[in-house]
């Protein structure tokens, strides 16, 4: 269960690209975390779990169990940044080091 109101976000910068992290708790493994992302990257989270009919939660845990299998992991939040980044604008050969 994601918790977290999407309008938590100051004044004069709702919508905006450059509004501030919102801090959301997630069930990854029946265990609740929080997670804090900027708007824009819970909308584009949302939108993948919807097109592919998963729940937040399930998509979450996913790029947790990615994050986990190299070799220096980052925080899940950057993980789910870069995870979101790399699924819509990276080439699909997965070479990032360019």
Request: charged share 20%; hydrophobic share 40%.
């Amino acid at each position: 269960m994601v918790t977290g109101d999407p309008a938590d976000s100051p004044e004069g910068l709702e919508g905006s690209p450059f509004a501030p992290p919102v801090k959301r708790s997630v069930t990854i493994a029946g265990h609740q975390t929080a997670i804090s992302l900027e708007p824009i990257f819970w909308d584009a989270l949302r939108a993948h779990a919807t097109r592919h009919n998963l729940p937040i939660n399930a998509l979450v845990a996913r790029i947790d169990a990615a994050r986990l299998a190299v070799p220096h992991p980052p925080n899940l939040a950057s993980a789910i940044r870069c995870w979101l980044f790399a699924d819509t604008f990276c080439d699909k050969d997965k070479n990032y080091s360019q």
